[in-house]
């Protein structure tokens, strides 16, 4: 078994030591890694974070802000990333709107909207995708922007859909139907045509879902269920009852995510089906557990012994701690 604490120690001392950035960038990455592969390891990574964040070296601040979200409670983590935002190199910046994006909470909006202004593309685009998830239009142009890169049109498409904004539709219509778009990213598209009222949409994702195989059917699946594409209910069930069928846990999602009570005792079924893998089980209990039905819920406690593996119980421990 490794050692991470004498590996946290001997990157602590290439950071000291070592004069050459490569060796630098790398020992100050290993250290975020070490803190995100085990629980309860904050304290022994707390102390460490000050040193990376003051660092001279712009790629060791960079893991360091990575590492605030690892080792930082939640609600403390603005305090400690906001005064990154005005870092004079791109990668800080970069990387601390993203993780104040990801927080999700109202108050950083206007913090995220003054990053709208910033002269590097991806931080606005950051910047952007934060302040759609918070249900607010601002940056609806960078998002927008960000459709003709290859890099950032799956996320852009991805905030869009949260945005729901009807003003992107045009856009979004041009890009699904673009030549030789990439098939995730078609599927995407279609994925917020659909929730922007689009029939198009709808239609290719569930024409998508009857692909014998391909990259992006798992998506398609879950998708017909969050978007609610009409048919996705009965869709969706062909898929979850084909036990050959390797789209199962993506089914089982999707019924999650459509919020209707009918698909209950379906993903009960699949949840207490201890013949099927562990992996679409979970995806049952998630489910169920966004339902947010008294009875899936309680089914789901009641299903955690039965699972075998010591990761797919601690899932479902931390599922429980989720609010609806």
């Known amino acids: 078994m490794t050692d991470w604490r004498a590996e946290r120690d001997r990157a602590l001392l290439t950071l000291e030591r070592e004069k050459r950035p490569v060796y630098r960038a790398e020992a100050a990455e290993l250290l975020f890694q070490l803190a995100a592969d085990g629980p309860g390891r904050e304290a022994d990574f707390l102390e460490v974070l000050p040193r990376l964040l003051a660092d001279k070296q712009p790629e060791v601040r960079r893991a360091g802000v990575r590492l605030v979200s690892v080792v930082v409670p939640e609600d403390e983590q603005p305090g400690v990333l906001l005064s990154r935002l005005r870092d004079e190199e791109w990668m ?28 590097l593309p991806e931080v606005r685009f950051e910047a952007a995708r934060g302040i759609a998830g918070l249900g607010h239009p601002a940056g609806l142009d960078v998002l927008l922007d960000a459709l003709d890169s290859d890099l950032l049109r799956f996320r852009a498409l991805g905030a869009l859909g949260q945005l729901e904004d009807p003003r992107a539709l045009h856009a979004v219509k041009r890009v699904f139907r ?79 995510r459509l919020g209707d009570a009918r698909a209950l005792p379906w993903l009960l079924a699949l949840l207490e089906d201890r013949s099927a893998e562990e992996d679409f089980r979970l995806d049952a209990a998630d489910a169920l557990w966004r339902l947010g039905l008294p009875e899936g819920r309680e089914r789901v406690r009641a299903a955690i012994p039965t699972f075998s593996s010591p990761e797919g119980r601690m899932e479902l421990e931390e599922l429980l701690q989720e609010e609806t």
């Open 92 to 119: 800080v910046r970069l990387e601390a709107t993203g993780r104040l994006a990801d927080l999700h909470r109202q108050e950083l909006r206007g913090a995220l909207a003054s990053m709208l202004e910033d002269p």
């Open 178 to 256: 673009k030549w030789l778009l990439p098939a995730f990213d078609k599927t995407q598209a279609a994925g917020v045509l659909a929730q922007l009222g689009d029939a198009e949409g709808g239609a290719y994702l569930l024409q998508r879902t009857r692909k014998k195989w391909s990259t992006d059917r798992a998506l398609a699946v879950e998708l017909c269920g969050a978007v609610k594409v009409p048919g996705a209910l009965e869709r969706l069930k062909e898929i979850l009852d084909d036990p050959k069928d390797s789209c199962r846990g993506s089914a089982a999602r999707g019924l999650g």
